[in-house]
């Protein structure tokens, strides 16, 4: 979805060349997939994915998973047009439970598990090769589109 929606943001923009632009997919009904390899510069100890990456690439799935549940609920279309609105991180929680190692993909699948009037809590598991090495809860609240 994010491939029509042209913005610089550190971890999707598609027109940040620095940036991770990570993807995030609807895979089943309630369910967003971002699937992200990481490079060796994400290292953190020797051999192992650098936490404050996986923080940010659950950051912003996070907050693809809570606008996609939004515009689906809403019935509104994601076609690339701009929204009349944005989702900002208000608190983002990570447990890591087991080491990431660097040259394997990540698996990030999330959901909404609770939502108000602006704020929709979105919990993510992180996976590598189909176990869990972290678990995060995070709260994107809506808000008016950002300049
Ligand atoms: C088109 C291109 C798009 C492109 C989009 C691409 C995705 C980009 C992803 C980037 C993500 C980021 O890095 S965003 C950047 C990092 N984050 C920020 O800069 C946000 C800075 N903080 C703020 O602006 C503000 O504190 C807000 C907006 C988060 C909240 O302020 P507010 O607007 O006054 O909201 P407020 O009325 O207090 O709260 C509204 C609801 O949210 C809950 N809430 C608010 N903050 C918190 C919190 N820290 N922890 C728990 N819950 C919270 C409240 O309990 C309430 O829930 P209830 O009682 O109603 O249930």
Redesign the pocket.
Known sequence: MQDV?K?H?F??GSLNERGLQIKSHWAGPEELVCRWQPQPFHIGHPGVVYGGMIASVV??HA??TA?AAHCRDSGIEMDGT??PF??????LSVSYLKPAVIDQPLELRARVVDK????STVECVVLQRGQECARAEV?A?R?Q?LA
Not at 86 to 91: E, I, L, N, P, R
């Open positions: 929606i913005v943001c971890g999707c950051d912003c907050m693809w606008m701009a929204l944005a989702y900002v991180t208000g608190k108000g009037e602006r704020r709260i609240v808000v589109p």
